[in-house]
Protein backbone atom coordinates (compact mmCIF):
# COMPACT_ATOMS: atom_id res chain seq x y z
CA UNK A 1 0.00 0.00 0.00
CA UNK A 2 1.23 3.23 -0.94
CA UNK A 3 -0.32 6.74 0.09
CA UNK A 4 1.23 9.32 -1.00
CA UNK A 5 0.75 13.46 0.48
CA UNK A 6 3.00 16.64 0.94
CA UNK A 7 3.92 19.06 3.31
CA UNK A 8 0.65 21.19 2.41
CA UNK A 9 -1.21 19.56 5.34
CA UNK A 10 0.98 21.46 7.76
CA UNK A 11 -1.28 24.48 6.67
CA UNK A 12 -5.07 22.50 8.01
CA UNK A 13 -6.95 23.80 10.57
CA UNK A 14 -8.62 22.09 13.30
CA UNK A 15 -12.26 21.43 12.49
CA UNK A 16 -14.25 19.33 9.83
CA UNK A 17 -17.15 21.51 9.31
CA UNK A 18 -17.87 21.63 5.39
CA UNK A 19 -19.20 25.43 5.96
CA UNK A 20 -15.39 26.31 6.09
CA UNK A 21 -14.93 25.31 2.50
CA UNK A 22 -16.99 28.25 1.22
CA UNK A 23 -15.84 31.81 1.16
CA UNK A 24 -18.38 35.00 2.57
CA UNK A 25 -19.50 34.66 -1.45
CA UNK A 26 -19.92 30.69 -1.64
CA UNK A 27 -17.18 29.87 -3.93
CA UNK A 28 -15.26 26.66 -3.02
CA UNK A 29 -11.82 26.53 -2.05
CA UNK A 30 -9.47 23.96 -3.54
CA UNK A 31 -6.68 24.41 -1.64
CA UNK A 32 -8.47 23.88 1.77
CA UNK A 33 -10.07 20.87 -0.06
CA UNK A 34 -6.67 19.67 -0.88
CA UNK A 35 -5.35 19.88 2.59
CA UNK A 36 -8.18 18.22 4.14
CA UNK A 37 -7.64 15.52 1.54
CA UNK A 38 -3.64 14.99 2.42
CA UNK A 39 -4.43 15.16 5.94
CA UNK A 40 -7.00 12.49 5.07
CA UNK A 41 -4.35 10.57 3.67
CA UNK A 42 -2.10 10.78 6.23
CA UNK A 43 -4.71 9.54 8.97
CA UNK A 44 -5.36 6.94 6.80
CA UNK A 45 -1.91 5.32 6.43
CA UNK A 46 -1.33 6.00 10.32
CA UNK A 47 -4.27 3.89 11.03
CA UNK A 48 -4.12 1.30 8.45
CA UNK A 49 0.09 0.49 9.42
CA UNK A 50 -1.09 0.38 13.33
CA UNK A 51 -3.49 -2.22 12.61
CA UNK A 52 -1.23 -4.07 10.33
CA UNK A 53 1.51 -3.81 13.55
CA UNK A 54 -1.56 -5.08 15.77
CA UNK A 55 -1.94 -7.89 13.31
CA UNK A 56 1.75 -9.15 13.26
CA UNK A 57 1.61 -8.40 9.43
CA UNK A 58 5.54 -7.89 7.89
CA UNK A 59 3.72 -5.30 5.98
CA UNK A 60 3.05 -3.08 9.01
Do not use: I, K
Amino acid sequence: MVTAGSNVYRQVRSGTDDDENRTAAGSFQPLRQYVRSTVSNLLFAQVSNRRLRAEGSPAG
